[in-house]
């Protein structure tokens, strides 16, 4: 079956370092690939998507590209800052984004803890 | 426009209780998604509800559950339960099946003791 397999944490780095967290993916078909982040006591918001290969997810000084032929898909974010500490998750959906699939589902990586320290 | 809300935020029960959960997706949104969240297994899909349907369902127990109501709200049960329960368990609403974003709620915080 599908499967997301994320860099173990916890990273901790300073403030303004460089970040990649790396995701590497098992998936037949073409999913969309996710990057989630789940602050303390918080549900998960969606950081960026991308949903096709050579496809480049950005949003809030986080950038991740749809590799497949290396079947991954790195978070990395030039500048950390203390407000970036949370938990970060990378994730596949089944059906590759077609709407109506009877199917459909995320599946998740374990996650990363990061921490950013000041 | 509102998020999706859970409730109740936090409960503790004992073994061999039973309990449900619910939750209201985002306005208009149709599909309704369960996911439990746990140290040692990450986040794992439960089942996903659209149009009151159980659309797909992932690999728990019987003991697991749930529904959807006509207005898309959704309620998980979960019987006789286990130490293993203990779990945050999230929503998540879509506007349609198989739709690629998901809007999480803050979750259950569920412990049995």
């Known amino acids: 079956g599908n499967s997301v397999t994320q860099m173990e944490g916890p990273v901790t780095l300073s403030e303004e370092a460089f970040l990649t967290i790396n995701c590497t993916y098992t998936a037949t078909g073409y999913p969309s690939l996710f990057w989630y982040v789940q602050y303390p006591g918080e549900g998960l918001q969606l950081l960026l998507k991308a949903t096709k290969a050579d496809d480049k997810g950005s949003n809030k000084g986080f950038e991740a590209t749809y590799r497949k032929e290396t079947t991954s898909f790195h978070l990395e974010k030039g500048s950390v800052q203390v407000s970036d500490s949370a938990v970060y998750f990378c994730a596949l959906s089944d059906q590759g984004g077609k709407s109506g699939g009877s199917n459909y589902k995320l599946t998740f990586g374990k996650g990363t803890l990061l921490t950013v320290n000041p | 426009k509102a998020g999706v809300t859970q409730t109740p935020r936090y409960l503790i029960k004992t073994r061999g209780q039973q309990v449900t959960l619910s939750c209201s997706p985002i306005?208009?949104?149709?599909?309704v998604s369960w996911y439990q969240q746990t140290p040692g297994q990450g986040l794992q899909f439960l089942f996903e509800y659209f149009s009151e349907t159980q659309r797909n369902k992932g690999n728990f127990p019987g003991r697991f559950s749930g529904r959807q109501f006509s207005n898309s709200r959704s309620e998980m049960n979960v019987s006789t339960l286990e130490l293993g329960d203990s779990a945050l368990y999230l929503c998540a609403s879509s506007p349609r099946t198989g739709g690629d974003e998901q809007f999480f709620g803050p979750g259950t915080r569920l412990t049995v003791l």
């Open positions: 306005s208009g949104h149709r599909s």
